[in-house]
């Protein structure tokens, strides 16, 4: 039943239509495809300069949400990895503040119901292209809270995370319209009249939807749970992690001011900021207001979440152990330059860097001669060393450490095993309070039973392990049990076999869990594009969902069938 | 990825495909399909006397299930509702024929993936055809294992299960094969080379899928999750209701002559048969090994299995409480026969059931002027014994009573209220030791405190309560309530009143549930037709999921892929 669009919401239809109709094609095909431009300087002339501006000009304020029921106290909670004042005060939701909103935020969902899943659509895509309209505010909000280096900043937490909330916007639009309006029909019986009953057929969302961001990567991870949830007609909360509130905070406000303008209830979006140690998503998760929720971080809370969330359906990206197999090459510079870089991107602050490279004691076949285990360890430090010889591009890829757990983490990196590659401290001229690392590796021998305790953990931030294996098949098994007890984001291979490219394949339909063969050149398996790749699985202990796919969007919210007698 | 399709798979897919574009575009239009003929006649002439000698022939034997891992114990639990001996012996799974059994259902899974979607759907649709020419054969088992009356067994067991079962390989295939098989991504590089890689895409079933089977209706609530969870590349091993193990062991016997005769291991499918007490859901539920749970049946064990079988995909049915509205009506006797027929058929054991009539004290506007309260409850109980006053057809309509505990609750109804309409025995001269019960109307008063002990607790079987209410404003708060609190699969109102109608609909929108509206003649509130109506919501507390949706199969695989970068 589609009802009452009003005329902003009929012109956003007509303005958004094709976009979607362009990113259902590609959700179809899989083939490239985003209408995001990934380079600074496609957002205009002036806009670098301009998106400071706007995030200078944020700094040191309140940050206002017009409109939302809110406590009267504020928060300030953001540290930047890079040193710089941040200062930005949010409002703080209390339980008062929390019990004044949910109700009015629930109110909103009725109208936003009737108007049916193509001006929901259309609406969220019109706030996506706000927000792509602000992506250097947004690349300097991201910088400045995840510590990721500028170009990163921008490209991740811009336009890659825009995509991925498109496609989060895609999916939700084909599952709503699968069902039709309505039906005829008309069941004969025999020679007597037919019955008839008309149908109609209304998806309508869960209820309130709760979004949990992380520090890492705030828009990234937020926008497709975002919007999928706020496209099948749920109310979203955005719960954002305290050291990265601002870049969800502005898509907060920009939402509202599109609902607003197209008619609905601002309130349909809202922000829930806290204070340091108030951990109100505990509390919000298990009230019965909330119906979907979205978290990203640490396996602990996200277990906590499934286990007592029960009346949300609850989506979780949480921790796993990636691992690389390394088996033979027949491009041995490739390789280790691809992983050099994998193991830099963001100082290996994702959750898809590798962290077990696992290698064969005996040494492995290249195009290079046969290299021995030592040498292959050898060389992808000298690989690393060799990317991040300059401190500029060091700079450029490394970004900061994120806080003080992932650098005590890569400190004590020794403590863990024999350092093949120690971390080295990089300065950075612009922001010299950035604590910027490169990345270490550790060896360790998976024969040796104590050195389980740091390879079959998460060591989230820039270690990695070379674990020596007996060979490609124990790498394989280890590669399964990795994947099953610890769960795995990525999976890499480097082979020549297509034998041991058939097994590792086995393991990861098994296990299930998304598999990159032999990557050279500048395909990363850290990095996923939206449209066409699947970030995680949904199979494994590291996420019960995967970006983006029909089980992603499909339960967010419920067909209600209203069936009458046809009228003769 | 598609491999490996042997001819008769082949033949499968030629034979079945039609059908299967067939079902994909019922649940596309939603308008009436059914390949299954409802009519016992249409089976063939002696096809009656066939069913019944085959029933015949497995009562008081040993119902062997060839070449699965047994215990070599046996056990015989059921008990038909009509008092004949039955006698049938199943293989007991102890935990050590279920720890044998379980690897070996794993391990079939790898040829079951790597045929692909279309494959697995022609499969499930031959496994279908053979139920289907068996049909009358599970009449029989469903009759003498639910109670129900012979058209009913006959019908809901027969074809309308196989609808749902077939529903289920639809939504399923076209799930599965929204993602290519492969994809190749190119991305622009300015001036550079694009990036190009190639994108293999292979959905892969969870694990082993575990059906937790009914007593009143194993194949009809059975079949969904059964085809949905094979369908998606899982082995399925199935655990009947002691009470009804026939209907779902011939399932299981039946789909494993057909994987055998396609090449695949047999044991993709199993039957785990236990003794009365042995509790082995329990046990199975949280095994590593199963990944996906299909339950029907009371809320406490629906709970418990959401709450703590965790390491899978949960999906329940589990109680409610089914309102009527009663506001007002055009068609005062059409409404009573209407909702006469729905209270009496099954004896009101089925899910869909409507358990409270909810009737302003006042009265209601009617086409045959005003009713009172007092007048409805007396006219409803008039049309109730009008249509059971046969024994013959009250026995056609009736079926027996499934066990003493809906005995027992039908007999204690005097204790819940007053009686409006007792009960009646009715005798059943083909089978003398069935109990056969007339449904009881019992009223009660929504402005008594005591009387939401009754009216808000399921009362599975044939006892409805006539509610009084203040007004139907107040019925839409109470209904609201119930939906809310006990779930609701089911929702049905009588109004003349296009304002009333607005705000029923808007309850069952927010709540969400299945709301029937107006219905008189030949189509009842406890009757839902597969490929057109969805069964229950997914949305309130008496079922996480709805028969059938995306929802009810996108979760049951994942898309595993695997990318290479694209050979120049």
């Known amino acids: 039943m589609t009802t009452g669009i009003g005329s902003t919401t009929a012109q956003l239809i007509e303005r958004h239509r094709p976009t979607l109709d362009r990113a259902l094609d590609a959700i179809r095909t899989r083939e490239f495809w985003s209408p995001h431009p990934e380079h600074p300087k496609a957002y205009g002339e002036n806009a670098a300069e301009e998106g400071r501006a706007a995030f200078d000009a944020l700094r040191g304020s309140r940050f206002e949400v017009p409109g939302q029921p809110v406590s009267g106290e504020w928060t300030a909670t953001e540290v930047s990895p890079y040193g710089l004042e941040m200062g930005i005060s949010y409002p703080r939701a209390d339980e008062g503040a929390l019990d004044a909103l949910l109700p009015v935020m629930r109110a909103g969902m009725s109208a936003w119901r009737d108007v049916g899943p193509e001006a929901r659509a259309a609406v969220c895509l019109e706030i996506l292209a706000r927000i792509s309209g602000r992506t250097h505010e947004f690349a300097q909000a991201v910088m400045h809270t995840s510590g990721q280096a500028f170009m990163m900043a921008f490209q991740a937490g811009g336009p890659h995370a825009q995509d991925r909330g498109m496609e989060a916007v895609a999916y ?3 599952e709503q319209v699968r069902t039709p309006e309505s039906a ?26 709760l979004l949990v961001g992380c520090n890492t990567f705030p828009t990234w991870n937020g926008f497709p749970g975002f919007f ?22 502005l898509t907060v406000r920009i939402a509202r001011e599109v609902l607003a303008e197209a008619g609905f209830a601002p309130d349909l979006v809202a922000l829930a900021a806290e204070a340091d140690g108030d951990g109100i998503a505990r509390d919000l998760a298990v009230r019965p207001e909330i119906r979907v929720i979205d978290y990203t971080g640490g396996s602990e809370f996200g277990e906590w979440l499934e ?49 077990n490279l696992l290698i064969p004691r005996d040494g492995i076949e290249t195009d290079a001669g046969k290299k021995s285990y030592d ?7 000298a690989s690393v ?11 450029a890829l ?48 998976a024969a040796k039973p104590e050195a389980e305790a740091g390879y079959l953990s998460e060591c989230f931030g820039p270690v990695s ?16 049990r990795t994947i099953r007890t610890r769960g795995a984001m990525t999976v890499s291979a480097y082979t020549t076999s297509p034998e041991v490219e058939r097994e590792v394949q086995e393991v990861c339909f098994d296990e299930p869990a998304q598999l990159s063969l032999n990557l050279t050149g500048g395909v990363y398996v850290n990095q996923t594009a939206a449209f066409s790749d699947f970030h995680g699985s949904g199979g494994n202990p590291a996420a019960n969902c995967a970006l983006s796919d029909a089980a992603f969007v499909a339960d967010r919210f419920r067909v209600v069938e209203v069936r009458r007698m046809t009228e003769a």
Chains 1, 2 share one sequence.
């Open 172 to 174: 939700a639009f084909a």
């Open 465 to 480: 392990f070379a674990v020596a294996v007996n060979s490609t098949e124990e790498a394989l098994a280890l590669l399964r």
């Open 307 to 355: 286990a007592n969330a029960r009346q949300a359906r609850v989506f979780t990206e949480k921790s796993g152990v990636n691992t690389v197999v390394i088996d033979s090459t027949g491009d041995y510079r490739g390789m280790l330059a691809n992983l050099a870089f994998s193991l830099s991107l963001y100082s290996g602050q994702m959750c898809t860097t590798p962290q």
């Open 385 to 395: 060393v060799k990317l991040l010889g300059d401190d500029t591009r060091a700079n």
């Open 184 to 209: 005829a029909w008309e069941k004969p019986q025999g020679k007597r009249d037919p019955l008839r009953v008309t149908k109609e057929f209304t998806p309508t969302g869960r209820g309130i939807a």
């Open 375 to 381: 040498e292959v360890v050898t060389d992808l430090g």
């Open 398 to 445: 490394l970004g900061a450490i994120v806080n003080d757990g992932v650098r005590e983490r890569v400190d004590s990196a020794p403590s863990l095993g024999e350092v093949a590659l120690p971390t080295r401290e990089v300065e950075n001229p612009e922001f010299p309070g950035a604590t910027v690392r490169t990345p270490a590796i550790v060896k360790l021998d």
């Open 228 to 249: 999928a949830s706020l496209a099948t007609g749920n109310a979203v909360l955005v719960k954002p992690h305290p050291r990265a509130v601002l870049p969800l905070a």
